[in-house]
């Protein structure tokens, strides 16, 4: 037998250098063992299982480059509560989790929006006690910016004294928090009380659902969401055991704390400034509706100089979230100096986010080789040219800007997509359809430069892009099997109904849709 597996019957899009669409691909040990053209195509009986794709096409596996592992599984496990209008209704969603969770455990809600229940507010302990006095009760806000506790639950954990804690008329914590210093050391103490098993469950659960979607890959943005960070050391003691592969981006300021997993990147999601819902996005200039307010730098040049400057040194890759101009203005020349002082190294430093860039800034990103780690998603969702949050949010020229995908490429930079999930859950066919058909054409690429922003340039940001990215001989057999060809579909509004058939990682069928092969 000359091959393990045969992919044939439709296209095999390589994304290769040269755009081949090719007509079949087979593997061998876990490989892509050759890509061809009908005319030298093998027979079937060279393959121990054949694959007809039925005119369905074939992608190199597709790769989220930006995915919060614990917060995306916390969010699936819990009762969902983004469709809730009212407290009783949150309560009653609740009280149903708790029937399905066995006593003495946490009961989980996400995905609560005050604005969205009538009464406009979190309920407090007394509400949330009427749940179940069986189980503590954790509910987290939609934007994980704050949450509220039940009474079992509030006794489990010591709430920090800070600004943001409500309290009743005795003076005491009602449960409800509503700060970042209120709600992250609470929440990381109560993850810190679950079983191991547990914490497990949410990243097998993220796993499941971004294998279910065409995802192979992730950039796994972990630590910070357990006290003690014992999320970093379950991806990598199991990382074998998850139907996707997971690379961890650590997000820790403590360059020891990489050491010991031996990882050659730190960071990810390490919040340089806040985001455009909060105005706390870190702005050039103020927001037009806000004039006193243009959010603000959460470190000091100095402090991000010391981990950029330490770790370039030491040959380790960095990741930091700058959303608004002044804080990639920020990053940008901190990366100068660095690269100034000791040189270019290839290590491929990532700007998350990068939403709102100058042209000065897309050409140092480009120039110094780092690389734009975007979220497509967002402008599918949010910046509609008409009516679209970016609109409400800025001025003309600013809302034009963000996430501005073919100037960037234009000026040489190179991008990787990513959901931010749990911010928009995993779904890598979305951000590529966005990034074809973009509500606003000015943000569109072409359908090359769309597959390799999830494909390529992913496995590209973190030095991967030997083993993944492609479909071309050598490389790891991780493929993503679509129901259209988005080269048919470019332009038609049906590009935002692909949906993945099957997802194959190493060689192995980790997700097939029902009934097509
Ligand atoms: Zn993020």
Redesign the pocket.
Known sequence: MDFDMLFRGGPVITVNRHADVADWAAVKDGKIAAVGSAQDQPTDACAARVVNLKGAAMLPGLYDA???VMPTGFFLDSANLLEVKSIAGTLAALKKQSEKTPKGEWVFGAGFMSQNVKENRFPNRFELDGVSDAHPVLLTAQTLHGGALNTPGLSKISVPDVAGVGRDEAGQPDGVLLSDEAFFPSMSQVMALLPEARLRAFIESCAQYACRRGATSLVG?LGQFVDGDTDVAIVERHKADFPVNITTFYQTWDLEKIKQYKLQRIG??LTLDGAGFEYTMALQEPYPAKSERRGFLIHTDEEVYRLVSQAHREGIQTAF?ALGDRAIDQLLYVFRQVIGEQGHKDLRHRV??FSLPWDKHMDMLAEMKLIASM?PAFTGIWGEPRNGYYDLLFDRERAARMEIFPEIIKRGGIICG?S?SP?TLVDPLYGIACCIDNPDPRRNVSVQDALKIFTYNAAYSVHQEREKGTIEPGKDADFTIVDRNPYEYAGRKEIYGMKTLMTVKDAEIKYQAAGIF
Do not use: F, I, S
């Open positions: 930006h995915c919060h943005l990810g999601c979230h998350e986010h979220q990513g931010d911010v």
